[in-house]
């Protein structure tokens, strides 16, 4: 549900004392993708190196050491999206596209950076330079693709002063349709159709940001939110008419947290800096600010609600102390 909650159940409360038992193990490359699971099988992306050592720092700050960036020759200048055997890691398939590292601050991470999407028996994916792509599950073949920056004049990259990350938009599926955040006049939000990849809508003249969008449920009325640089927006999604927006600003205009969606037509965000957290009540007719405060500033990490509290790790790039926020005072208990 995008909001890293679940419904599983039967998960054990304690380890073996041996510990779980571990299957097997296998290199993969660079990247922040996901993996998902399906039908026995595992799907991410990844680049791979290039063959030399790779570096371990793992960068928690703002500002980076320019040796860092060298990096970039320890990567190759492709990607690859892989089906693995769930039981033994064994390939099955894999799609390599090219994917330059040129104009980008490769010291946040070379990428991908986005999580592909399962919608029946295609793959969506989405590359660190707006490469998108739909994939037929069982053979890896190309259905349809995109590149958003040749096809659309997309911009090739996020900006959050002074720093240019990759894109980093998973895509989200509402009916017959597959949604991405684009970038340029009139098209901050794209939406395709999963069958052919056709152009179905674009909208918005609003600066994207790395969050990607999630669907919600408001009174009966199915909508998109999108996370931008400088607002959160709430969008058809079936026609991308703009229903409403709300500001939220961060002094270095980068959104990164998922926003989180509650049935009692609650929606929170948070970003780091003087961003803050803020929960918006939404409704057919509109939004109301609930509350704003800068004191839970969340950066990268998800946040999820359980019962009254927003619970999220909070703190910039300092030390980040898990926090528990009141769901409609902004009180941190």
Known sequence: RRNFTSDAVGLENTWPSEGPTQLWSRGLGAGHSSILVNAGRLYTIYRPSTGGDQPEEHLA????????????????????????????????????????????????????????????NRLFTTGTNKQFFALAIETGNVLWSHDLVKDFNAPPHYRIMPLFPGYSCSPLAYKDLIIVTGGGPGQAVMAFHQDDGRLVWRSGDFASAPASPIL???????????????????????????????????????????????????????????????????????????????????????????????????????????????????EVV
Request: no cysteine; charged share 20%.
């Open 216 to 330: 919600i449920t408001v009174q009966g009325e199915d909508q998109v939110v999108v996370f931008a640089s400088d607002r959160i927006v709430g969008l058809d999604p079936s026609t991308g008419t703009v229903r409403w927006s709300h500001p939220h600003r961060r002094r270095l205009d980068g959104n990164i947290s998922t926003p989180v969606w509650s049935e009692d037509n609650l929606l929170f965000m948070s970003s780091a800096h003087d961003g803050g957290s803020r929960v918006l009540e939404v409704s057919s007719a509109g939004v109301t600010e609930l509350w704003f405060n800068n004191t839970m500033r969340v950066y990268y990490g998800t946040v999820i609600r359980l019962g009254d509290y927003y619970y999220g790790s909070s703190g910039d790039v300092g030390p980040a102390f898990l926090t528990a926020i009141a769901a409609r005072t902004g």
């Open 61 to 120: 700050r703002e500002r980076v050491p320019v040796d860092l960036r060298s990096q970039s020759g320890r990567w190759a200048e492709e990607e690859i999206v892989v089906a693995l055997d769930a039981s033994t890691g064994q390939t099955i398939w894999e799609h390599r596209y090219p994917a330059s590292l040129e104009g980008l601050d490769v010291a946040l991470g070379v990428g991908p950076h986005a999580t592909p999407l399962i919608v029946g």
